[in-house]
């Protein structure tokens, strides 16, 4: 804000895919932030206006680059719709080109991130906060909580692409790419400079989207965590050190939640799990970006909400048209059936009215609260509707029909039906009578559970099988009725696979997948429902998209595009 050119440079910057914006010099030539702020709320209202992007970063494009390429989810396409031009299934083969959206809105949203976090960082940076009866660790929090937010958004884009351009002010335009290594070692002296001077989280506080030290803890830790995969160099013992200290609680009070849906229900900022999360209430920055994306048109019967669905992401099958498991035929994906029959998460999903629901999947029959049957309004045209962990075209199976039994079904992307796949209800989804939850629950971004599973692997691949069967166990027992776990991780099970196992049902759906894969090196040498693996490790890291390079011809594509 400290002239007219200043803003026209950093909304050129903010508006990567749109042009330049002229901004009214008239006004803004006489704006500093001297003149800007007048009151604690102004401040406030600078250090949130990066996690408002925050917010929708954390959910579309960045959540189904994650997801839809690995073993989890898919978008079958359903008869005539969800095709797509191919492009569901480019993800999921694996053959995506330059030139697609998702990737292209992971590379800007990264990079507006970066660039909204420098903008507050800049106008805060000249105040004096005790013009506002704040104090000078007040203003290290905020401007730390910035940093710490510019190092979130490299850390993302240093998993999808590899080096960045790295901006430390909003002056430079054309910047090169970095190395992997000059990205790390940025996101990493970032982090260790915020972390002492972030606020620690005190017993019973609630979470409200400001970043702590335990957060910013934790993201040096997942850096270290993923570093074989983004430096080629295993970090696991520095990983290792700091999600001790969380679970001791060096870094903030906290703890796992008693029940499974604690860190996920309406008032889940009340969780002593959640370590960062990005705050959502109804009509107000709502988590709700998902509910289309996963519910089928009818749904809305279901939830008794008036909300509709566009009926397109569903879990990868666990079972084949015939209905035998998947399970001998690969090792990954077939999400659904990983989960032991009496894990209260595995019940269907019903809202119970007061706040309280159970279950977090849609499968079977689809009915009311009531009992009354919902029907279909494609294949299944009036008639009800039954939702499959199967993939195929059950609707053209019967005398004088295409297929004369499911034995004769394919099971591919290009086969679903209105029915197919098992829905995930992760986020609960109050009735129209209880509307005011809607969307009250928030979206957490980081809890304990995650530590505890680092640290668990982190044991493991420096030793420690028992130590690391423990950790996952005291996760895995809430979910269980009077916590009796009938498949508990032992020193004998627990192997690469039952690994991948225990982060795929603690944090299905949770945008992290991929990002798991790659660091077991599963991603692209593994098979799962419909995918052969491709043994092409450029696919490890997306390409720099058409459009960057089109706005900046000094960026260099990644090997392999």
Known sequence: ??????????????????????????????????????????????????????????????????????????????????????????????????????????????????????????????LDYSRFALTDEDKAAHLNQLNTLVAYFYMRGLDYFGGMPIFTTLEGENLPRSTDQELFSHIESILQEAIPLLNKKEGGEPEQGAIRQAAAVAMLAQLYFNAEAYIGRPMYQESLELAQGIVDGQYGVYALDASWNGPHGFNNDRSPEIIWSI?????????????????????????????????????????????????????????????????????????LGNGNYEGMFINGPHTTSAGAVIVGGEEYNNQPLVFRDQVGRFSEVGPGRRFGSVNELTSRMADGEENTGVRLVKVPIPTLAENTLRWGADNPVIRLAEIYYMLAECKWRLGDQAGAATLINEVRKRNFPNQVDPNPVTVANLDKYRFLDEWSIEFLGEGRRRTDLIRWDAFTTESWWDHQPSNSNHLKRFPVPTEAIAGNNSLEQNPGY
């Open 279 to 351: 705050p959502s209430a109804f009509n107000r920055l709502q988590y709700d970006w998902f509910y289309a994306d996963f519910y089928h048109y009818n749904s809305r019967l279901y939830f008794n909400q008036d909300m509709g669905g566009n009926n397109g992401a569903h879990l990868t099958p666990s079972r084949r048209p015939d209905s035998t498991l998947y399970r001998s035929a690969f090792n990954l994906g077939a999400p659904y059936e990983k989960f032991s029959d009496g894990d209260l998460r595995k019940r269907p999903y019903r809202f």
């Open 1 to 126: 804000m400290k002239t007219t050119i200043k803003i026209t440079i950093t909304a050129c910057f903010l508006a990567v895919f749109a042009g330049c914006i002229k901004l009214e010099q008239e006004f803004y030539s006489q704006v500093t932030p001297q003149t800007f702020f007048q009151s604690e709320k102004d401040i406030l209202a600078a250090v949130n206006r990066p996690f408002t992007h925050a917010r929708w970063y954390m959910g579309e494009d960045r959540w189904r680059l994650q997801e839809y390429t690995a073993d989890n989810f898919a978008i079958t396409t359903k008869g005539r719709h969800w095709y797509n031009g191919g492009e569901n299934e480019r993800y999921h083969y694996h053959r995506w080109t330059v030139d697609e959206g998702w990737i292209w809105g992971a590379w800007r949203g990264t990079l507006m991130g970066v660039a909204l976090a420098l903008d507050a960082k800049t106008d805060l940076e000249p």
